[in-house]
T-cell receptor, first 114, second 116 residues
Framework: EAQVTQNPRYLITVTGKKLTVTCSQNMNHEYMSWYRQDPGLGLRQIYYSMNVEVTDKGDVPEGYKVSRKEKRNFPLILESPSPNQTSLYFC?????????????FGSGTRLTVV | AQKVTQAQTEISVVEKEDVTLDCVYETRDTTYYLFWYKQPPSGELVFLIRRNSFDEQNEISGRYSWNFQKSTSSFNFTITASQVVDSAVYFCALSEAGEGDDKIIFGKGTRLHILP
């Protein structure tokens, strides 16, 4: 089944403890992206990647890192999480070099930082 | 700059009524793509439709239909004979093919309640 798999689905962590949210897609998509969703603010892009080893900042990259060492994987790294990073996170991939082909989203990761 | 406005924050209708969700967009590009996504209470984001700027034909898929009008920069979504399972947040989105082709911009969403 064609899908984007995010893990974990739910995570509660403490301030400052490094964490990684994994994202993997099995559709051979070149483009991948991370979004966060917050009440009243909607979906905002954190980082995106047009291809392996090519990543760039989105609208809200502060406090996050990403890497794209393989086409299928695009992990989101929070080196020192803070409470303002409590959010619902989505990974997405697109079949085109850019997002115009439409996103397939992962199921989301609900992160709470205390 | 690209922008998507969903003026209706929340709508409630009784089951079997028709309901239209409005979406107005702004872009300077002549080539762009419009989308609708559904987010049910379970939280995942489900792709519903993609339209390119050169295709203004209305689309119908079962009880769902979409009206794309470039003259008014609108891409409205109608659910006919609504059902309780249609209750969700619906997002309209825009992706430009030119300079802004690195992201999809989402509207703030319309929360739809279908009352039994």
């Amino acid at each position: 089944e064609a899908q984007v798999t995010q893990n974990p689905r739910y995570l509660i962590t403490v301030t400052g403890k490094k964490l990684t949210v994994t994202c993997s897609q099995n559709m051979n998509h070149e483009y991948m992206s991370w979004y966060r969703q917050d009440p009243g603010l909607g979906l905002r892009q954190i980082y995106y990647s047009m291809n392996v080893e090519v990543t760039d900042k989105g609208d809200v990259p502060e406090g996050y890192k990403v890497s794209r060492k393989e086409k299928r994987n695009f992990p989101l790294i929070l080196e020192s999480p803070s409470p303002n990073q409590t959010s619902l996170y989505f990974c997405a991939s697109s079949p085109w070099p850019g997002p115009g082909g439409g996103y397939t989203f992962g199921s989301g990761t609900r992160l709470t930082v205390v | 700059a690209q922008k998507v406005t969903q003026a209706q924050t929340e709508i409630s209708v009784v089951e079997k009524e028709d309901v239209t969700l409005d979406c107005v967009y702004e872009t300077r590009d002549t080539t762009y793509y419009l989308f609708w996504y559904k987010q049910p209470p379970s939280g995942e984001l489900v792709f519903l439709i993609r339209r390119n700027s050169f295709d203004e034909q209305n689309e119908i898929s079962g009880r769902y239909s979409w009206n794309f009008q470039k003259s008014t920069s609108s891409f409205n979504f109608t659910i006919t004979a609504s059902q309780v399972v249609d209750s969700a947040v619906y997002f309209c989105a825009l992706s430009e093919a030119g300079e802004g082709d690195d992201k999809i911009i989402f509207g703030k969403g319309t929360r739809l309640h279908i009352l039994p």
